[in-house]
């Protein structure tokens, strides 16, 4: 009986540890980076938590242009 106890518990511990974002380093903190090509002006965002897809989905994306204007994701 102790033995299916001990089994059970560690199983548990393991799920638990397997699935935690932070443990796998599955999260990141990203910012826009906002530059005016003809002014050289730098804007930065606010920095937001990303994990899974939605940190997959931003690393992703490239350099935005609309007009002057050049918006990247930074990610650290």
Do not use: H
């Amino acid at each position: 009986m102790k033995k299916k106890v001990i089994y059970f518990a560690a199983l548990v511990m393991i799920a638990c540890a397997a699935t935690a974002c932070e443990i796998l380093d599955d999260c990141k903190v990203c910012k826009t980076v906002t530059t005016d090509t003809s002014t050289s002006q730098v804007t930065e965002g606010i920095e937001v938590e990303y994990c899974g897809a939605a940190l997959l989905a931003i690393e992703a994306k490239g350099v935005t242009k609309i007009g002057n204007l050049e918006t990247v994701y930074e990610c650290r």
